[in-house]
């Protein structure tokens, strides 16, 4: 059996660069989110108040993605083989059904406010103004900062604070036809507007963080051309009881058994397969278990595909 594990120095680097940009957008965010609070309270504004709930969100997934680089970082062991690496991925996940409860409880206070129109102070606008200035900084940071195109922990953080921009944005709106027009309907609207965007990220979210827990096949990646791959190296007969799944963001895995034929070099060929997951799928940590072709493994796997 071959095992062949190279996760190398580039995640470390993206690790350090991620905890540095969530600890300082996290500082950012939570002391907005009071100013923001004490605000929504004053101008008896929902969008402000929606705005500053998803803050505390924003607090609360940025706080939690931070623990879990925090956590991942701990040796693995007997018990955890893997260490504590998945737990950015169950961070993700909580992110993103966090999301989903924002905005339907958005769309809940938006419908009683359309029953019962609120009187809404123009002020709102100014504390709009100052939480948009905010989360374009931290968007910023994160986006400059972290890897948060590979890294799926990083980019359900910064989805929800690009939610709580688009709050501000809406507040913002709501705020400027409030002062004008005395059009406090607009409150609600914008919140409803919000809601909406913010579902279809946590929803995003929570089906890809979902489908890793799942042990799913990466998306990036195709089952059938993988199989191709190998079988088409020379020696080999057949590929059985394949897998590839999602450690963490970034970590690929593999497994298989490998039929070969019988007066093959084992070790040359194992090197072979090791070399093209490396180089067509980026795939480094592979587990390939090499059989001939009369051990018949394949019919004892009953477990497998």
């Known amino acids: ?52 709930g998803h803050m505390l969100s924003d607090a609360f997934a940025l706080g939690l993605s931070l623990f879990a680089f925090k956590l991942s970082e ?36 938006a419908y009683h406010r359309f029953l019962e129109p609120p009187n809404v102070s123009p002020m709102m606008l100014w504390i709009a103004i100052i939480g948009l200035i905010v989360n374009i900084s931290v968007a910023f940071i994160l986006m400059t900062g972290g890897d948060t195109k590979d890294n799926l922990n990083m980019r359900s953080a910064l989805l929800h604070v690009f939610g709580d921009l688009l709050g501000s944005v809406g507040a913002i709106i709501a705020g400027l036809l409030i002062m004008f027009f005395n059009w406090n309907m607009a409150d609600p609207i914008a919140s409803i507007i919000v809601a909406a965007l913010i579902l279809i990220s946590g929803f995003r979210i929570t089906r890809d963080s979902f489908h890793i827990l799942m042990e799913g096949t990466p998306n990036y990646l195709s089952y059938e ?15 059985h009881d394949l897998h590839v799944w999602t450690i963490t963001s970034d970590f690929p895995a593999l497994s298989c058994h490998m039929v070969v034929e019988e007066n093959i070099d084992r070790d040359l060929l194992l090197k072979k397969a090791a070399q093209v997951l490396h180089d067509h799928f980026k795939i480094h940590h592979t587990t390939i278990q090499i059989e001939g072709r009369h051990a018949e493994m394949e019919h004892d796997e009953n477990n497998c595909n």
């Open 1 to 52: 059996m071959g095992h062949h594990h190279g996760h190398g120095h580039g995640h470390h680097h993206h690790h350090t660069n991620n905890k540095k940009a969530l600890l300082i957008s996290f500082i950012f965010i939570t002391t907005f989110m009071v100013v923001e609070v004490i605000g929504g309270f004053l101008t008896n504004s929902l969008a402000l108040l929606s705005d500053a």
């Open 225 to 239: 051309e993988i199989e191709n791959k190998l079988v088409q190296l020379d020696g080999v007969i057949n590929i």
């Open 74 to 109: 701990k040796a693995a062991n007997a018990q955890k083989t893997y260490g504590y690496k998945r737990f950015e991925i169950l961070a993700a996940f909580i992110n993103g059904v966090t999301l989903l409860a924002i905005s339907i409880y958005i769309f809940y206070e």
